[in-house]
Every structure is written in C-alpha cells, then in structure tokens.
C-alpha cells in the first residue's frame, strides 16, 4: 500500500509539469489569437514548437512508463486514480508513436497555417491557405499510420474528441437526425408563416454589444473573477485551470445577435471548466470528458436556454435599455424572430434547426479527406456541392465558404461531430434536468440561473475527465445517446412557433 501511494504522488508529480506547460502553451496561444502583432507569428511558432516538444519528452519520458508499467499490475484503484492512469496513459502511447521532429514540426506548421488561413480568410481566397492545409491533412494521415486505427481511419481521430463513438455509430445516428431535421424543414417551408426578423436591422456599437454580452455572462453564472471577454475573429474558450478561463466574441456593428449568442455559447463551455472542482487539479482530469459533453453544454446554454422566450423575457429590460428601439417590439415577436429557420451559409450563425446539417457536411468531407477519396484542390467544389444538396444555397466566394471555420488550419480533423453530438448530448441530459425540477423554464423567467447551474455541476461537471462520455450519460439519463430527446425537443418547439 506505501508503495502504491509512493506512485501515485509521483504520478501527480508529473502530471503537474505537464499542466504547467500546458497552460504556458495555453496563455500564448491565447495571446495568439487576440492581439499578437503579425509579424511577431512565425517567432511565436517557434517558441510553441520547443514548449510543445518539451511537453512531449514529458508525456513520453521513462518515468512515465515506468509508472504505466507499475500501474498496469494493479487492480484496486478508485475511479479518479483509475482515470487518471488510463489518461496518462492514452497520451503516453498515442504521443510515444510520434517521433519527436515530427511532433515539433506539427506544431509550428499549425501556428503557420493558422495566420494564413486568417488571411485567406480575410481574402477569400482559399489558395493562399490551400498548401499549409495540404501540409496537415499529409502529416496527419502520415500520424494515423503510427497510431494505427481500426475500421474506419476516421475512428482514430474521433476518439481524440469523442472516446467510444465511431463512425458506424455516428453514421446510424447522424442519419437519424438528417432525416428528422430534412422532414421537419420541409413542414416549415410549407407553413404560411415566417417570424418578422426586419426589425433586427440597425447599427449596434461595438461597446454596447460588449456591455450586454457582459451582463449577460455574469447573470447566468460566468465568474469574470476567474475569467474576462475578448474579442477574436473566430469566438473560442481557452482555459489554464479552473480559476482562469477566457472566452472570445466577435463584434459585428450590424448584428448584435452574433455577439451575444456566441457570448452565451462560450459561457457554456466556460461555467463547465469553472465548476471543476479543485481536487481534481494536477491529475489530468480536470477539464471537459470530451467535445460533445463540452459542446452539449455550450449548446444548452445558447439554444435551449438562450433562445427560450423565458430567457428574454428576463432580459428584455437590460435590452430595451441599451437598445431603446426594441420597447415597441413584443417579447413573443421577439422570440419567433431570434428562432426563425431559414437556411445560411455560415455555421456560427445557423439557425438551431439547419446547424446540424451544416456539421453532418463538415463530418462527411473529412471522411472522404482523411480516407483519401477527395484531395484538397477539390474542397472548394465539393463544400459548394454539399451545401446546395443539403440547404439549397450555394456559397459565392471562399470566406463564407470552405474558409469559413479555423479548425482545419489548427489541425483538428476528427472535431466537427462533436458539434451536433453536443446537440444530441444536451437535450437528453435537459430531459433529465427537467425531471429534476419542473418548472425549470419558470425559474429563468425569474433570473434564477443558479439552479441550472448547480444542477450541471452536480450531475456532470463535478466530474471532469472521471467518466468516459458514453459512461457518463448512462450515469445521468440512464440511456446512452440518443437523437430521440433533441428530435422531440425540435419538433414541440418548431411546431409551436409556425404553427404546424
């Protein structure tokens, strides 16, 4: 037993060195993305290539795998030493497979890629940013035949995200929900009415979005004690522990919309990693279990919470207030408007209904990207393709097109499902939260924001990285993931407001 607790202290040990660097990396990448001049970017690189590679000898040093080897002979552990040994361990193997060159150039490819890609974006010229992507879409199949994988070499980097889904299952699952969203639009565009979204149009100042986009963060609990807004061009959360985690917006002066949704978005993900408790610092669990658990919750807060009638008519007060032109506009008015369908180009502005065609695209081109059915030069035709197939629209130009989100120019092939599975994730563990408390909806009509609150933090943030998250909704709902609660969600909703 001493020589068992002898380990496990030095198991933290080493997995606060690796938190330490993680963060650092974390707190320069951060400054990447909001305000670092351009030209200070490719020596910016440089310095994440050592620090990562650093990290690496870390995650990869003999120490480490003699604590695995140590580790792997003993059977009475509690669930957090459990996990904690099986992370460090996925990370030991998945990195160890990686040369170390290779791992350091990765690094200082994705700092390179995603300057350019800002600039094609601003652009719209998806050739200047087309050689750095073909770079990591090589470099990342040429990591998959280190890694290995089974089935599908799509599975692989799923399970970077999303332990425990493939894409068989996220085939079945995503087919599910394509055809209840396709079947439920089609009911819509047949519906006589369309929500009246003219009176949106107008000019919102940069300083006034900020001041709502503030308070509305604090009210439903993001603590700016341990966090603070900024502005960057694609809205993102970063955290360095559970005292210091930052989130992102973007402004635009004609649409205050973006702004406070994407607020509201990264203050779900944020609440998530400010409400992991302390105990769980410098084991390695303590963050989000996986993208769709995180996305469930920023997803939660944004639609099933944020675009609810309840929420607004709380809020509507604070609006009118700072946007005098709103009083003669009716909450139920109010409310059809922020949830009008109508398919768009732009993921982050997709209406709640179409988003998860939008990603079902993205999952689809990656596939076929990573499996090499497409190659690069064709995604620009094969994004149009798509979009006109699944929304009827077409893209004009590369920037509200193929260029339209970062991930890609960050390396992160294997991320977009998480998006819709956090959909999928949210309205089940909403289903359970209203068992809970009834009259949920009730209570943020009053800004009682607090209950919601507690009830992630006890049901599923209390927990970090503990539970797997296929284990992780059985232990909340009792069922693993289904589409059922977020079709039946769509449909009462939808219904309601077009009057089907």
Known sequence: ???????????????????????????????MRTGIPKKAIPYRGEILGYLSSELYKLQTSEKIKELMDYFKNVDELDDVTKAMVENVKKDYERTKKIPADKY?????????????????????????????????????????????????KYNTLLDFYEPGVTVEKLDKVFTELREAIVDLLNRIKNSRYSPDTEFFRGHYPRNTQEKLGKLI???????????????????????FGNKDVRVTTHYYENDFLSSVFSCIHEGGHAIYEQQIPDELIGTGLA??????????QSRFYENVIGRSIEFWSYFYPELTAIYPQFKDISIEDFYKGINKIQPSLIRVEADELTYSLHIIIRYEIEKQLINGEINVDEL??????????????????????????????????????????????????????????????????????NIIKDWLRDNIHKYG????????????????????????????????????
Do not use: C
């Open 287 to 296: 963050g989000g279990t996986s993208m769709g658990i995180h996305e469930s």
């Open 465 to 500: 990285k503990i539970y797997e998250p296929v284990e992780l909704i059985k232990r909340v709902t009792g069922e693993e993931l289904t589409a059922k609660y977020f079709i039946e969600y769509l449909n009462a909703k939808y219904s309601r407001i077009y009057n089907l």
């Open 1 to 31: 037993m001493e020589k068992l607790q002898e380990n496990i202290t030095e198991l933290k040990e080493q997995i606060k060195k690796m938190e330490y660097l993680g963060n650092a990396l974390g707190v320069l990448y951060w400054d």
């Open 104 to 152: 350091r150039e990765f690094v200082i490819l994705q700092s390179a890629a995603e300057a350019k890609w800002e600039e094609a974006k601003e652009k719209s010229d998806f050739n200047i940013f087309k050689p750095y992507l073909e770079k990591l879409v090589n470099t990342t199949k040429e990591f998959l035949e280190y890694w290995g994988y089974e089935g599908n």
């Open 217 to 239: 963060l604090d009210k439903i609990g993001y603590d700016f004690e341990a966090g603070r807004l900024d502005e960057s061009m694609h809205p993102f959360t970063v955290n």
């Open 380 to 449: 620009p035709k094969v994004w149009n393709e798509k979009y006109k197939e699944y929304l009827g629209i077409e893209p004009a130009n590369d920037s509200e097109g193929v260029l339209q989100d970062m991930h890609w120019s960050a390396g992160n092939f294997g991320y977009f499902p998480s998006y819709a599975l956090g959909n999928l994730y949210g309205a089940q563990f909403f289903n359970k939260m209203k068992k809970d408390i009834p009259d949920v909806y009730e209570k943020v009509a009053r800004g009682e924001f």
